[in-house]
């Protein structure tokens, strides 16, 4: 049962699907034309006994979560995973918990072969094995594809003097395919309308954020450079679902974090223009920019049903965000921002934890990602955005309190996953 213990929500109560995994807190939040915030909090209520109920045939759930099985060298995933790595063992019980529908997993390393997504699946989702408490968790459906972290520019992107550094990859990375992304689905992917755009140039962004120096107060990339930089730090993708009579788009990301660079703010402003596609892709007056990588132009039309998912790098409050990236979604015309799905663990966490969440602006209860408290605190990084025309009946973070079941789980990724319920 939801409970408002602040104030009535906004619209009609929302109904449960499926309770929480975990022990959460759905939040309602309203962004107005000013960006300030009404507050609103649901809380849900939960039970262990819900983790495996029927999925009804009209509402999905749909997951992120950044499961960071990123490894330092090539082929190492695939070693840990047929070794039964432990890691991935407790991210397979997260999710066999959680039991999306549809999920997004970045930070999952991308091998040719798929041989490490086969690996995670058979020996960890899909296993039946007294190590795991809960029901296999099978998706007959799945998308991969190559990104740009780890595949050399031949440029000096970070001005070093050097043209091998991670950071001078097209995307920061040690290998091609580090921190790849994984599309997985109980229901069928439209592969031959699938559209990725990994190799969309950046300066084709009509009034780009190009970074400039601000010592010299030239551009950060000279001309020759910045013809040929891609947007994408790894790739953005439209995986078409379809479910029954209806086709709902997967707009999947994992733009570069707004750090790890200078006070020209090269990440800041990639990550910001990142997020940015998404916002031009589903508004039809300002996507003929948009070229994906098969040579198709244009966006979403104006009917289409789209869930923008994955870890996008941004607080709208808090964190090194530049110009507050993020809000170009949560603020957008076509997006329902009104749910913002929490945890009571965030809110734990953060109290315990001080450091730099004492300083945050934002609540804590948003907050979908533990990092270091001298320094950067707890945020609100990872996304679940919906169309307008999707109606929510649920949401929320899995981030259990300390002690409560399934918390075990919860140390390997440094991110949790978020999640709606929507019925078509």
């Known amino acids: 049962m939801f409970q408002s213990p602040l104030c009535k929500a906004p619209f009609g109560p929302l109904q449960q699907r499926t309770v929480s995994d975990f022990s959460g807190v759905q939040q309602i939040d309203m962004w107005n034309r000013n960006l300030n915030l009404l507050v609103a909090v649901l809380i849900l209520t939960s039970s262990a006994s819900s983790l495996v109920a029927q999925t009804p045939s009209t509402t999905v759930r749909v997951a992120t979560m950044n499961v960071s099985l990123n490894r330092p060298s090539a082929g190492q995933l695939v070693k840990d995973l047929a070794a039964h790595d432990a890691q991935a063992m407790r991210i397979a019980s ?4 959680l039991r999306p529908d549809i999920v997004l997993l970045n930070e999952f390393d991308f091998d040719a072969q798929h041989t490490a997504l086969q690996l995670f699946q058979e020996r960890f989702l899909r296993a039946v094995s007294p190590t ?3 029901e ?3 998706y007959e459906h799945a998308f991969t594809a190559p990104v740009n972290t780890g595949v050399p520019s031949g440029m000096d992107l970070n001005g070093d003097g050097n043209q091998n550094d991670p950071a001078d990859a097209f995307g920061y990375g040690l290998f091609p395919g580090q921190y790849g992304m994984v599309v997985l ?3 069928p992917i439209d592969y031959e309308s699938v559209r990725t755009f990994q190799n969309l140039l950046w300066h084709t962004m009509p009034n780009a954020a190009r970074p400039v120096d601000p010592k010299s107060g030239q551009p950060w990339y000279d001309d020759t450079t910045w013809i040929q930089l891609r947007l994408s730090s790894k790739s953005h993708w439209d995986v078409p679902v379809t479910i029954g009579p209806h086709t709902l788009h997967l707009l999947a990301s994992h733009p570069t974090p707004p750090a790890f660079d200078g006070p020209e703010d090269r990440n800041g402003k990639r990550n910001h223009d990142e997020i940015r596609l998404w916002a031009d892709y589903v508004s039809p007056e300002r996507s003929d920019w948009i070229v994906d990588d098969a040579g198709q132009t244009g966006g979403l039309g104006d009917d289409a049903a789209f869930v923008i998912l994955g870890d996008l790098n941004a607080d709208p409050a ?7 990236a993020i809000r170009q979604l949560l603020t957008h015309r076509r997006i329902n921002a009104a749910v913002v799905p929490g945890s009571f663990g965030a809110t734990e966490a ?3 934890q001080k450091g730099a969440n004492d300083s945050h602006v934002g609540r804590p209860v948003c907050d979908t990602a533990d990092f270091p408290d001298g320094s950067v605190g707890n945020l609100r990084v990872d996304y679940v955005l919906p169309s307008l025309n999707l109606t929510i009946t649920g949401a929320g973070v899995a981030w259990p ?3 409560e079941p399934g918390s075990e789980h919860f140390q390997s990724s440094d991110h949790h996953p978020v999640w709606i319920d929507i019925a078509l």
């Open 94 to 97: 997260i999710l066999r918990q």
């Open 132 to 134: 795991f408490a809960s």
């Open 136 to 138: 296999p968790l099978i």
């Open 185 to 187: 689905s109980r229901f």
């Open 318 to 324: 808090d964190g090194d965000s530049h110009d507050h």
């Open 350 to 352: 953060a109290a315990a």
């Open 401 to 403: 309190r300390v002690g």
